[in-house]
């Protein structure tokens, strides 16, 4: 038995951070290519919840940081992670395309030399890309990386059960916002 029992804990954090010279943001016909090829060809859902409605694509390593990243740490940290297991890509509409084109890639360009590569490209459905206590922008990794590692069903809690405790929380700091003086208000999704 736990020492402690399960609760939910509130943090705030401030982030400041370096960014490297970098061109303006754009989308790359490489980016567009790749992003059309993993969620609308291949069909991959969500990489943490398995949805397939709202569905974005993310830049594991950040577009902005890519002019200061050493491509074979950015290549062996993928490989780690390894977003592309045989358990993600079986739940995309087409898993032999996904898998035969990451096969293909890693063979024919062994390190990620662009941010725009399919290695370095993910799915997430809009809440767990940007929205506040779910996405991947919103929340440190550490923690967005345990929710995404809790079991859809048999764990202590489900990750529906988190999400769903997540967004319990977003709306009460909303009705708080709303009665609270001092002009205060939430950071909104």
Known sequence: MADIVEHFKKGTFEQHYWLPAHDKRRQSSLFRKNKKFIRDECGAPCWVCGSKKDREVHHVFEWSFWNALHPE??????????????????????????????????????????????RNLVVFCRKHHRLKL???????????????????????????????????????????????????KPYRT
């Open 73 to 118: 740490k950015v290549t062996n940290i993928l490989k780690a992670i390894e977003f592309y297991d045989d358990d993600y890509i079986s739940k995309a509409n087409y898993p032999k395309k996904l898998r035969d084109r990451m096969r293909k890639t890693e063979q024919s360009k062994p390190v990620i030399n662009t941010p725009d590569d399919v």
């Open 134 to 184: 779910t996405g991947i922008h919103t929340i440190t990794f550490p923690i967005w990386l345990a929710i995404s590692a809790v079991p859809a069903k048999g764990g202590i809690l489900t990750r529906k059960q988190i999400l769903m405790a997540a967004e319990r929380v977003r709306k009460i700091d909303e009705e708080l916002a709303s009665l609270a003086e001092n002009n205060y």
